[in-house]
């Protein structure tokens, strides 16, 4: 220690080293989970289109989510990066942390003898806790890839009016400022920051009110021009697909016909956002509920959190700052930048009639709060300047919000993880249990069964797993029935299932349905149930219910299929799921030779089931087999190892008394079970 302490004091850091530590504070929020992320919610449309249509196609696909100038980057982006998540979620890194670096070298360049300000605002704004869609790294590259443009824009305008380079600097910036909007609609707000910006500037050389004035509209003036041309575009020229009435600017509209109710909507919508931004993320970053010290995740948080705060305190306390008390007009124009971000951030949105509070989805709705975390980062770092004097202090409370980001980070980072390893197993069972599925059909489950997915994307990997090539619509489609039509009786009846998600649009009915239950948070594999599952008890009323339209006859045999190895890597089918759904598979068909197979495989190798229900196509195999010392011995332990599972045990063997080969072994062996489950009981 004694040796550590000098070593410490010594270390200093300049102004030079703000990119490393950006970058430092980004990986420990969102580098470390990097490989255990994959593809998500809003971006398995782009993975559909680009991997079963061509990358061409996200054209089409942009024209009808209304960003038909977002094509450019999707195309380049997937060919470039092609299908592989974690090249997506290093480059999702990489954008974020361009994005603190180039803010905070605009802040330098607006206020040049505030180092440690500077580098702390933007040190917060790169792990700033509230955007949680970081690892939509497909959905959420127009977002960053826009951010990464508008702050290029601002420094290089900022440059032009320090460095009187108005030509050579202006041009790049005004067409970085068209990139931006015309790709990501997100940033346009803050386009209202530059004027601002502007005055600030010019005030150091410019005492006289009104010509200044006159110099900051006349450098503003192109930028106003392509704002303005922009905005034109968007509410009177652009028109959505026939059918589709995406992003329509209503309360844009509204102000030119009830101006005073847009107004107030706009002025309740910016307070309500404004609060959310500040306040939301720091709520969750230091909520109770993420204590559970008996989770070895929640540990490796911890650990990582506390080395983000002992590293970040380091690095502001030894940060070379000016030795001379700067004499600029920080005091004056910080706050009023700071307040400003954070309050015009949200305006596409709002103009759309939407804002953060609204959302019943506050995980999708975040990605409405990414322009304003520019001003909710740097109006902290200053309430915490105004009331915190000591230098010692300050640092330790800056270091502490930094500690509580990561921390934000990683926890919301953990469901996205299990998301993902649940959608890999998901896919992987479904295609082993069922190689070939006809079209039109319509895959039920009572819950949404994989999170931050939702149906649709559900729909689009599973289409994109089986891999069929450029469609026109789709094979099949996904429903948790509890939110598209929850009446069960309606559905064994037969009812209509639609659903239209941009250019696809699926037709089917529930008398085409396959009812899947996948539970492996309960140790279960993927069951595809069918209308003998109608007295299963380990599943909802519902499911035992609705099983009994559940039409197995739609999976066909053939060749086996594999998940596109790029995005999911390779598959292990050493595993108990594996031997389970191809031996359910082989049931379906009568293949009772290949049963056994599976079965003595599966031994060889030592997996079983956690279930006893999946022992079952194995003991109606081995019944076909006439092993009927096998059924007596297996039935009794999927008995042992499974409560309440004697009904579907019972409705097996009067499968089996029915079909299996005759004899007398076969008779009394059936008759002991039923006796010893009290079979009787479950008529």
């Known amino acids: 220690m004694k040796t550590i302490l000098p070593f410490l004091q010594r270390i200093r850091f300049t102004e030079r080293s703000a990119p490393l530590a950006l970058f430092a504070a980004c990986v420990f929020g969102f580098g470390l989970t990097l490989p255990s992320l994959g593809f998500y919610m809003d971006d398995w449309p782009y993975v559909f289109y680009a991997y079963n249509k061509g990358v061409e196609s996200l054209r089409e696909m942009l024209l009808y989510d209304s960003r038909p100038y977002a094509a450019w980057l999707y195309i380049l982006a997937f060919k470039v990066l092609g299908f592989k998540p974690l090249y997506w979620h290093i480059t999702a890194l990489l954008m974020r942390w361009l994005t603190a670096v180039l803010f905070w070298k605009t802040l330098s360049t607006i206020w040049r003898q505030r180092t440690r300000e500077t580098i702390s605002v933007a040190l917060l704004f790169a792990v700033y806790p ?3 869609l970081q690892p939509f790294a497909v959905g959420s590259t127009h977002h960053w890839v826009g951010f990464v443009f508008f702050n290029l824009s601002l420094y290089l305008m900022a440059l032009a009016v320090r460095r009187k380079k108005y030509l050579w600097l202006t041009v790049p910036a005004a ?7 015309f790709t990501s609609e997100y940033f346009a707000g803050l386009e209202l920051l530059r004027p601002l910006l502007l005055w600030i500037l010019l005030s150091r050389h410019e005492p006289r009110v009104l010509k200044r004035f006159w110099r900051t509209f006349l450098q503003w003036l192109p930028y106003l021009l392509i ?4 905005a034109y575009w968007r509410a009177f020229l652009f028109q959505n697909v026939e059918g589709v009435t995406r992003n329509t600017p ?16 706009l002025l309740t919508a910016s307070i309500k956002d404004a609060v959310s931004v500040m306040t939301i993320g720091w709520q969750n970053a230091v909520s109770a509920e993420l204590l559970d010290f008996n989770s070895v995740y929640v540990r490796f948080r911890l650990v990582v959190s506390a080395a983000a705060f002992g590293l970040a305190f ?3 306390g030894r940060l070379d700052t000016d030795k001379e008390p700067p004499s600029d007009d920080w005091t004056k124009t910080s706050a009023l930048f700071a307040a400003a971000g954070l309050m015009v951030g949200g305006l596409p949105v709002w103009l759309i009639g939407r804002y953060i509070l609204e959302s019943k989805n506050l995980l999708s709705a ?3 709060g990414i322009p304003s975390m520019l001003g909710a980062a740097f109006l902290l770092v200053l309430v915490i300047d105004y009331f ?3 230098k010692n202090k300050r640092t330790l409370l800056l270091a502490l919000c930094v500690a509580l980001a990561v921390n934000f980070h990683l926890n919301n980072a953990k469901e996205f993880q299990y998301s993902w390893e649940k959608q890999e197993r998901f896919l992987r069972q479904l295609l082993w249990r069922a190689p070939q599925i006809e079209e039109g059909a319509a895959l039920l489950t009572d819950e949404e069964i994989l999170g931050v997915m939702g149906g649709y994307a559900v729909s689009f990997s599973i289409i994109t797993a089986y891999q069929p090539g450029d469609i026109q619509s789709p094979p099949y489609w996904y429903f948790p029935f509890y939110y598209t039509n929850p009446d069960v009786d309606a559905l064994l009846r037969g009812a209509p299932l639609e659903y239209g998600k941009l250019s696809m649009n699926f037709s089917g009915s529930s ?6 239950s996948f539970n492996p948070e309960m140790k279960r594999c993927l069951w595809i149930l069918q209308p003998q599952d109608v007295n299963l008890r380990l599943v909802s009323d519902d499911m035992r219910q609705l099983s009994a339209g559940s039409d197995i006859s739609l999976i066909r045999q053939g060749a086996n299929i594999n998940p596109p190895e790029v995005i999911y890597g390779k598959q292990d089918t050493q595993t108990w799921c594996y031997y389970f759904e191809k031996a359910d598979l082989a049931r379906q068909y009568g293949q009772w030779d290949e049963i056994a197979r599976l079965w003595e495989e599966s031994q060889a190798v030592g997996e079983r089931a956690d279930n006893g229900f999946e022992y079952i196509p194995f003991i109606e195999g081995y019944g076909h087999l006439e092993d009927w010392e096998y059924v007596k011995k297996q039935t009794k332990f999927a008995n042992k190892i499974t409560s309440g599972l004697e009904p579907s045990l019972c409705s097996m063997l009067d499968r089996l008394a029915i079909t299996a080969p005759s004899s007398q072994e076969r008779d009394d062996t059936i008759k002991n079970l039923k006796d010893d489950l009290k079979c009787g009981n479950y008529r």
């Open 314 to 316: 380091l690095y502001l």
């Open 250 to 265: 209503v309360i844009l509209n509204q102000l030119f016909s009830e101006p005073f109710k847009a107004i107030g909507f």
């Open 130 to 132: 509230f955007f949680m």
């Open 175 to 181: 067409l970085l400022q068209a990139a931006h909007l």
């Open 366 to 368: 975040s990605r409405f």
């Open 227 to 230: 704002l303005g041309i922009y």
């Open 511 to 516: 008398k085409q349905m396959l009812l899947l």
């Open 388 to 390: 915190v004097s000591d």
